[in-house]
């Protein structure tokens, strides 16, 4: 009976407002609340409530069969706190139906693992404190930010307190074998759990191309396509952007009618359920090594770190905030871990850019060099107030 984990990502960053060379030394006004309640009013309007409705309703109507797990940013519950109070009571609510769980992650959806080993385990916990705190959960699976895994990330992560790890199913590091098992690492001291990525990027992806032979997606055939692993599977990992309901796929495409009819589909089949991270973790074994030396991720086709730090404005933004780690005073620490965000060094990627992609989703900037420019400035200042003595001395 293959058990169906769906994970849902909820991350939204705390953008910056344009910081010119002329606020350097002058202001430490470095966030752009105008622009991220707005973006955040939007979201939620069209995709946080009513889906997160929809869900409670699910488990509710399947008497708590329909199950869920959710990696939810301290950033996002930051920003819910200030301008939407009411998400948290949903999520509340939903943490007390048993349906629900919630993943560890870092507080701010940050790059601290590829760095500071000290860090990553301060923001790691602190996020395990605010879910204690706010819902009454002590995760026992982690999700690092963008998914990503390398090996020598084990002993750390075992080290506070998980059990499981989640990670993408890169193809070419399970070769012949397939994501619908569970692994473990090369020193077996965490589970891994690896997401499907097809059948995750067909719903978060794919759902409304019309360009696509499956289109249009019902919830009878995706439950079909998930039956067809019986007998050839254990866990099918459903991991995707929570956006993907409403904003990444629009109302209109049918996205919510999907995810209502999708539990009764997946349930009147009798060799199908729905499971949480750690339900599976407790009661499937590990079918072999998951192991890559080398930070892998869920992003594009490469899953590797391109999308972050893949040109020199990226590095060299990355390495100066790090190089600040021992110097920044306690009134800046809180400041300088929203600087860590994946997001800012998203948007200096080039990549896409010069083949007009699409990657700019909620991006504040209109192009990569305007994102480095603004960062660079903010670092500028920054390390001006933690060592008044030192220059930043940036590449040309």
């Known amino acids: 009976m293959p058990s169906i984990v769906f994970y849902f990502k909820i991350h939204q960053p705390d953008r910056l407002r344009h910081y010119t060379i002329f606020d350097i030394e002058n202001s430490l006004d470095y966030f752009d609340e105008e622009r991220n309640k707005f973006y955040l009013d939007r979201i939620v309007h069209k995709c946080y409530q009513p889906t997160l409705e929809l869900i409670e309703k699910l488990i509710e109507e399947t008497r ?51 760095y500071s080993r000290k860090e990553f385990k301060e923001e790691v ?57 569970i692994y473990h690492d090369p020193s077996k001291q965490l589970k891994i759990l690896l997401r499907h990525y097809k059948l995750s990027d067909d719903i978060s992806f794919r759902f409304s191309a019309k360009w696509w032979e499956e289109w249009p997606l019902t919830a009878d055939k995706f439950a079909s396509w998930v039956e067809a692993h019986n007998g050839q599977g254990e866990v099918i990992n459903l991991f995707m952007d929570f956006e993907t309901f409403g904003e990444h ?35 499937y074994p590990s079918r072999g090594v998951f192991s890559s030396a080398r930070p892998i991720t869920w992003a594009d086709t490469e899953r590797d770190l391109t999308a972050w730090l893949g040109n020199e404005m990226q590095k060299e933004c990355f390495e100066i905030l790090f190089s600040l780690e021992k110097d920044i005073p306690p009134h800046l620490k809180e400041i300088w871990r929203k600087l860590q965000t994946a997001d800012h060094f998203y948007y200096m990627c080039t990549k896409w850019f010069a083949d007009g992609d699409v990657h700019k ?17 903010v670092l500028e200042d920054l390390k001006l107030r933690a060592k008044p003595n030192v220059k930043v001395h940036f590449r040309n």
């Open 125 to 181: 916990q602190i996020h395990k404190n605010t879910l204690k705190r706010l819902f009454n959960q002590i995760p026992v699976v982690f999700a690092n930010t963008e998914l990503i895994y390398f090996d020598g990330l084990v002993e750390t992560v075992k080290e506070l307190g998980f059990q499981a790890i989640l990670t993408e199913g890169v193809p070419w590091i399970l070769e012949w074998r397939s994501p619908t098992f």
């Open 64 to 114: 708590g069969k329909f199950k869920v797990s959710f990696g939810l940013t301290g950033s996002l519950i930051d920003q819910f706190k200030k301008w939407h109070p009411e998400i948290i009571i949903i999520f509340q609510r939903l943490a007390k139906t048993g349906s629900v769980e919630f993943v560890g992650e870092t507080y701010h959806h940050s790059l601290a693992s590829l």
């Open 361 to 377: 989703y909620f991006n504040p900037y209109d192009n990569p060099y305007e994102a480095y420019l603004n960062f660079r400035n």
């Open 249 to 283: 796929q629009w109302a209109e495409t049918g996205i919510f009618q999907f995810l209502e009819s999708l539990p009764f589909e997946v349930l009147k089949r009798k060799d199908l359920e729905f499971s949480l991270p750690s339900e599976v973790v407790k009661k």
